[in-house]
């Protein structure tokens, strides 16, 4: 499969790299493709709501800015793996400006789905597993996994076992 992983962390030696990294490492063992965007450092604004994408622009969206290089593999993937820190009770800015660009194509492509949380303290996903399960109602697509890891947890051998499995399991 080729696997797009969007991290949404703008933090380089974060919590949320390492998982993406562990997982990778399982992925490409099995022979999966994995391309990594960090999307936490790239400019790329919310959806501006102008309908030039579903009008004039026949799925193309209007601002031209990294969301750009981010379209042809949202084009291309089998699976996608949204990977996000929580900011207050939620996705970061940056992953959420990103989701919200989901609207120019209409759906990505990919059918499989993954999830991956980072936060400081537990029992703050309600909100965005909310979110990622009714993006994905909404796209007719399947959950592959869901996985989380706050404060002491994020860089345990113990959890980034886990990714790494999970990579391991596709
Ligand atoms: C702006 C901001 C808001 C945050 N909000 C929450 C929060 O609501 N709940 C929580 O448990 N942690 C919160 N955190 C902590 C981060 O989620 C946590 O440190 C996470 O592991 C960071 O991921 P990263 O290392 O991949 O950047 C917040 C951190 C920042 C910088």
């Known amino acids: 499969m080729n696997i797009l992983v969007l991290n949404g962390s703008p933090r380089p030696k974060a919590n949320t790299k390492a998982h993406i990294e562990a997982f990778k490492e399982g992925a490409e063992a099995k022979g999966h493709s994995v391309r990594v965007f960090n999307v936490g450092n790239m400019k790329i604004n919310g959806c501006l709501g102008c309908e030039y994408c579903h009008t004039k622009g026949d799925g193309a969206c209007v601002q031209k800015d990294d969301m750009q290089e981010i379209y042809p593999y949202l084009a291309n993937s089998d699976m996608v793996v949204i990977a996000s820190p929580i900011y207050y009770w939620g996705f970061s800015g940056q992953?959420?400006?990103?989701?919200?660009?989901?609207?120019?194509?209409?759906?990505?492509a990919a059918d499989k789905y993954a999830l991956f949380l980072s936060s400081g303290s537990p029992g703050v996903y309600d909100a965005p597993v909310s979110e990622y399960k009714s993006i994905l109602k909404f796209f007719g697509a399947t959950n592959?996994?869901?996985?989380?890891a706050y404060g002491d947890q994020n860089q345990s051998e113990e959890k980034l076992k886990e990714f790494k499995d999970f990579g391991l399991s596709l």
């Open 95 to 108: 992953m959420m400006s990103l989701i919200t660009r989901f609207y120019a194509p209409g759906r990505p």
């Open 144 to 148: 592959m996994g869901i996985i989380t």
